[in-house]
Each structure stands twice: as structure tokens, then as C-alpha cells.
């Protein structure tokens, strides 16, 4: 099998970060995939589409603190949560 040239992987990433299923899951994870997604190293890419593949439930739970994330995810988690912390649309006066 021909390994997936990054520039479609992130592509594919990218959509599959917008399209979650739930809305607060497609907020988070797109605001984290369009601020961080190009800079990830190869390995950082993989964890990040392991995390995709997890239950928007946990996810969401993870990424608010509700609940711990697992060991292996919880550095990437982290920096899910804090991009969505950084999003300059969120602090913009109403």
C-alpha cells in the first residue's frame, strides 16, 4: 500500500475534523485542525487521527475536563482544548 501523501492527509483530517457529528465537536476540532493541523509532525498526525476515531461523547468529555483523557491522547487533548481556548472568535465582544 502507497503511504498517503501528507498534503491529502491533512486534507482528509481537516474534514473529518468539521464533520464530527456533534456541533460542539465539529467547533473544537475544527478551531484545533485550522490553527495547529500543517505544524503537526508525522507522529503527532498519527495520535491526532487515532483521536478522531474516538466516540464524540469521550471526546468532548476529554476535551472539556469532564472526564480524564487516556494516557496516550491526554498531551494532544490538551492542545485540542487550549486551541479552542485561543480562538479569537469566542472572546469577541457581544
Not at 460542539?24 to 505544524?39: C, G, K, P, S
Request: proline share 9%; net charge negative; hydrophobic share 40%.
Amino acid at each position: 500500500m502507497t503511504p498517503e501523501p501528507r498534503e491529502t492527509r491533512l486534507k482528509r483530517m481537516l474534514m473529518r475534523s468539521m464533520r464530527r457529528g456533534i456541533k460542539e465537536m465539529d467547533i473544537l476540532m475544527m478551531r484545533f485542525a485550522e490553527a495547529q493541523l500543517d505544524t503537526l509532525s508525522d507522529e503527532d498526525l498519527d495520535l491526532y487521527d487515532q483521536v478522531l476515531s474516538e466516540n464524540d461523547q469521550d471526546l468532548y468529555q476529554w476535551v472539556t475536563g469532564q472526564v480524564p483523557a487516556p494516557a496516550p491522547f491526554a498531551p494532544l487533548i490538551d492542545r485540542i482544548a487550549a486551541a479552542a481556548k485561543d480562538d479569537p472568535v469566542s472572546r469577541r465582544p457581544v
